[in-house]
Every structure is written in C-alpha cells, then in structure tokens.
C-alpha cells in the first residue's frame, strides 16, 4: 500500500471528522434560529393584537416591531441577536432544502416543499438584513418582497416568476394549515425528550399558531400572483401588507386579534420547535 495512498485515506478521515464535530453546531444554529424566529413572530403579534383592541399597538409587522425593539434600552443589541439568529434559521432551511433533512422527497410535493424553504430564506435574508440596519442606524431595505418582485420582474420571464413563486407561497401556505388542522407538526418533535406539559405546549401553539399562519401566507402568496398578472412591485405584500389587508376587511379588528393570538402562539411553537425538534443533519 502506498504511503500516497495512506495519506490521502488519513485525510479523508479527518476531514470526515471534521464535518461530524461541525455539524452539532449547525444544529445549534438552527434551534437557535428557531427561537428567535419564533420571538420575531410573537412580539408582531403583541403589537398586532395591542392594534386590534385599540391599545396603542401598530399593525406594521417586523419592520415597524424592528423599529419600536430599536427605541428601547438595549434595542440595538436586541436587534443584532435577532439578526443572527435569523442567519441560523436561514442556514438550516437551505440544508433542509438542499439535503432533505426532513425526507419531503423528490416528487411534486417535495419539491414544492423544498423550494418554499428556499424561497422562505430568501425573504428571512431581508428580515434580517432590516434588523442589522436598523440597529446600524442605516435605515432599512424597506419591503422586501417588493425588491425580490422588482429584480425579478427585470428578468426574462420575469412576471411569470413572481407568479410562480406567489403560487408556491400559497401552496406552503396550505401546507402549514394542513399541518395545523390535522396536527401532522407534531411528527417534528423529539417526544421523548418532552414532558406531558412541553407536548401540550406544542400541540396547542403550534395547531392555532400554524392555521393563522397558512392564511396569512397564503394572502401573501396571492399579492404575489396579483404582481405577475400585473407586473407591477407595489402589488407585492409581505407579512405588513397582509395584515393591514385583514384590519381592512370587514370585522378585520376581530380577525386581525384572532392571527394577532395565532402569530403569538406560533411564536410559542417555534421556541419549542427550536428546542425539541427532530434534527437528522449528522451524528
């Protein structure tokens, strides 16, 4: 056996290695995106539902929350964590999409799933590029959504892009409200590593937390369509849009306090997900 040989099989071992001892710490990254994730969301739904009852609150969604967060003590620090934490969880779901940690498959489904995941980073990519700079005092990027739709928009084929992607947002939309109504989330979970109390936790944020969710993504979705038909950017609405879209609606105060609530027990749910969530990236 030659000593090239050797080597190269020694390299390959530590590099094997290597990739193990890093990949608990992807996994950390992602709980821990999880968790912020989920802070993100129940903070814009204490505003929203402070907004509903005529409390004081706003229904701006994150860019107004990031905002009001950088106006208290220690805002800004606040503000950076968020932005970081959303890195994690934009990280996990590009493995999950690339790697198919969670075995949706390569059929239509899968697929769809897959691409909402990477589409879903995309647009956490600009949450957390507004929390940054904001806390930088550099303003923000403004909406998102409305930027992904401009530069697609300038491509070849471009508003039909942006309706392809409106269609997938719905169709991961009506997956979360699936998962919610049927209570399929609770196959994410660890259970074993949960007390009676935890898995009550779990089901009941994440059944009512992912039903409002599905709707809210599903009105974001449909702003998107609107944008391709239209070719037109200011269509597009992100999760600010869509919740002003529900105040406007008549008895929109009920129902925005009712996704308000759902968007704070999905805060809930993404805290525990973070924590207790089936993770199958490595050792």
Request: glycine share 16%; charged share 15%; hydrophobic share 40%.
């Amino acid at each position: 056996m030659s000593t090239t040989f050797l080597s190269k099989r020694k390299n390959k071992s530590q590099n094997d290695t290597n990739s193990e001892e890093l990949k608990p710490w992807i996994r950390r990254f992602g709980r821990f995106g999880h968790m912020v994730k989920g802070t993100v969301y129940g903070l814009v739904g204490v505003l929203s539902f402070m907004a509903a009852i005529g409390a004081g609150g706003e229904t701006t969604g994150t860019g107004g929350m990031f905002r009001s967060l950088a106006a208290q003590p220690f805002g800004e620090i606040i503000l950076w964590i968020i932005g970081i934490g959303l890195i994690g969880y934009i990280t996990w779901v590009i493995i999950k999409s690339i790697y198919d940690t969670s075995n949706k498959g390569r059929d239509l489904k899968g697929l769809i799933t897959r691409t909402g995941y990477l589409i879903g980073g995309v647009i956490y990519g600009g949450l957390a590029s507004n929390a940054f700079q904001i806390a930088m005092h550099a303003g923000s990027s403004g909406n998102s959504e409305q930027t992904i739709s401009s530069m697609l928009l300038g491509q070849p084929f471009g508003p039909w892009l942006v309706g392809l992607i409106g269609l997938i947002i719905i169709g991961y939309g009506g997956t979360e409200l699936y998962s919610g109504v049927t209570n399929n989330f609770l196959k994410k979970f660890n259970h074993h590593e949960m007390n009676e109390h935890e898995r009550k936790i779990a089901k009941q944020s994440g059944k009512m937390g992912l039903i409002s969710r599905g709707i809210v993504l599903a009105t974001i979705g449909f702003f998107f369509v609107q944008t391709g038909l239209t070719s037109n950017p200011d269509e597009s609405k992100g999760l600010d849009g869509a919740l002003a879209e529900v105040a406007q609606q008549p008895f929109g105060q009920w129902m925005l306090g009712f996704v308000a609530l759902g968007f704070i027990l999905y805060g809930i749910y993404e805290i525990t997900r973070g924590r207790y969530e089936r993770m199958s990236f490595g050792k």
